[in-house]
């Protein structure tokens, strides 16, 4: 079946700097990708959704210049972390509907946990 | 705005049992999909079920069953024979029809974490 690879699974980085998660479908071609973040215990919660060609659509509350997106392909989409902060750390996870067959389900990827120190 | 309500934050059940998980949802579209999600320890999202609002027989995938309640926008979960590796969170998940902007972007409920007992 279709496969969505996220990368890293897990990464802890110092307070201030950035970190880069990407998300790739392996064999399918995806216009459209969208970011997860994940709160231990809770719920997932729609950070943005992904456009390749175009900029991305944030979801209220989430501010743009922090999670930056870019979907450089029609199989990548990266997710960077800018200036992150404690408060930053989560899980964040993408998803990829495939373009065709048209009425597929998204394929989710397999998350990143990230540990801001 | 669509909101998805999972009432019940805990439930657990012998192994070999049925447990029923319950989901609510509000939106005043008249296309849409609604799923089961499950999450396991690895976190990885998988899709347990789906069901298309304009279908009215309930969707079925082996041991798991919905019971769909249009009207009542009611969409709970029957996980039947329940085996050990059912423990997991389970999500009820929202989305409307594709064919309209951002028909594939998902909402979810607050999740069920679910118990078995051997």
């Known amino acids: 079946g279709a496969v969505v690879s996220q990368h890293p699974s897990w990464v802890i980085c110092k307070s201030g700097t950035s970190v880069k998660i990407e998300c790739r479908s392996l064999?399918?071609?995806?216009?459209?990708m969208f970011w997860y973040r994940q709160f231990p215990k809770q719920s997932l919660m729609l950070m943005a959704t992904?456009?390749?060609?175009?900029?991305?659509?944030?979801e209220q509350g989430v501010e743009k210049d922090k999670f930056l997106i870019n979907h450089a392909s029609l199989t990548l989409s990266t997710l960077t972390v800018t200036s992150a902060h404690p408060e930053d750390s989560s899980f964040y996870i993408c998803s990829a509907p495939p373009d065709r067959p048209m009425n597929t389900e998204a394929f989710f990827g397999q998350g990143t946990r990230l540990t801001v120190v | 705005a669509q909101t998805v309500t999972q009432s019940q934050p805990e439930m657990s059940v012998q192994e070999a049992e049925t447990v029923t998980l319950s989901c609510t949802y509000d939106?005043?579209?008249?296309?849409?999909?609604l799923f089961w999600y499950k999450q396991p320890p690895s976190r990885q999202m998988i899709l347990v079920i789906r069901?298309?609002?304009?279908?009215?027989q309930n969707a079925t995938e082996n041991r798991f069953s919905v019971n769909f309640q249009k009207a009542a926008k009611s969409f709970s979960l029957k996980i039947s024979d329940s085996q050990l590796g059912d423990a997991a969170m389970y999500f009820c998940a929202y989305r409307i029809s594709l064919f309209k902007a951002a028909g594939n972007k998902l909402t979810f409920g607050g999740g069920t974490r679910v118990l078995v007992k051997p």
């Open positions: 069901q298309e609002a304009y279908k009215q």
């Open positions: 992904s456009n390749e060609g175009s900029k991305a659509t944030y």
């Open positions: 939106t005043s579209e008249s296309d849409y999909y």
């Open positions: 064999d399918f071609q995806a216009t459209t």
